[in-house]
């Protein structure tokens, strides 16, 4: 478990560090307090106006959760629907690992994939960059699915350039996954 909380911690570290450098050298900046705010905001992470990102927050969160029900229904109408290999990861994972997950992990792959990649390589390749880094979970519904979701959440960062409504998002809707797999 040890090891296990180690390598997550240094997947997460990357995940938000390497914007953070590109952004400031792309800026030509040097590191300060400043510099870190004004990298935080190019990156989508701000907070304005509650209503509306409380509103937005709402709104994907039932977008990701309606398509995902849809998406499972599709795979399971079709025989491709190998989600029990997904629900064994997560089964798998001691507790204060899965909140971990739940909490910084879906965080950062905001940061990474939405609020940095978007802006690199656009909302379908960043998208397809989301679903192969959930590959590791061995199930072709689940990457499949991940593929659509990230595509809503690119578009909805794209549309908003706000990340923080994603990231609440993300962080209840992958909650929610996994209360639903330990009630099974």
Same mark, same amino acid.
């Given at each position: 478990?040890?090891?296990?909380?180690?390598?997550?911690?240094?997947?997460?570290?990357?995940?938000?560090?390497?914007?953070?450098?590109?952004?400031?050298?792309?800026?030509?900046?040097?590191?300060?307090?400043?510099?870190?705010?004004?990298?935080?905001?190019?990156?989508?992470?701000?907070?304005?106006?509650?209503?509306?990102?409380?509103?937005?927050?709402?709104?994907?969160?039932?977008? $990701? !959760?309606?398509?995902?029900? #849809?998406?499972? @229904?599709?795979?399971? &109408?079709?025989?491709?629907?190998? =989600?029990?290999? +997904?629900?064994?990861?997560?089964?798998?994972?001691?507790?204060?690992?899965?909140?971990?997950?739940?909490?910084?992990?879906?965080?950062?792959?905001?940061?990474?994939?939405?609020?940095?990649?978007?802006?690199?390589?656009?909302? $379908? !390749?960043?998208?397809?960059? #989301?679903?192969? @880094?959930?590959?590791? &979970?061995?199930?072709?519904?689940? =990457?499949?699915? +991940?593929?659509?979701?990230?595509?809503?959440?690119?578009?909805?960062?794209?549309?908003?350039?706000?990340?923080?409504?994603?990231?609440?998002?993300?962080?209840?809707?992958?909650?929610?996954?996994?209360?639903?797999?330990?009630?099974?």
């Amino acid at each position: 478990m040890e090891r296990e909380i180690v390598m997550f911690f240094i997947i997460d570290a990357a995940l938000l560090l390497v914007p953070l450098f590109i952004w400031h050298k792309k800026m030509h900046q040097k590191l300060s307090k400043a510099s870190l705010i004004n990298a935080f905001k190019a990156l989508g992470i701000y907070w304005d106006n509650t209503s509306e990102i409380i509103k937005n927050a709402v709104v994907l969160f039932l977008t $990701l !959760l309606t398509v995902s029900v #849809f998406l499972t @229904a599709l795979f399971y &109408y079709l025989g491709i629907d190998d =989600s029990t290999r +997904v629900m064994e990861k997560i089964t798998g994972l001691a507790p204060p690992i899965l909140i971990y997950l739940i909490l910084v992990r879906s965080s950062v792959e905001e940061i990474f994939f939405r609020g940095f990649l978007v802006n690199e390589v656009g909302v $379908l !390749l960043s998208s397809v960059l #989301f679903s192969i @880094a959930h590959i590791g &979970y061995g199930s072709v519904s689940e =990457s499949i699915g +991940v593929f659509f979701l990230g595509l809503i959440l690119a578009w909805n960062f794209k549309k908003n350039r706000n990340l923080i409504p994603n990231i609440i998002a993300h962080v209840f809707y992958n909650l929610i996954l996994c209360l639903i797999v330990y009630m099974k």
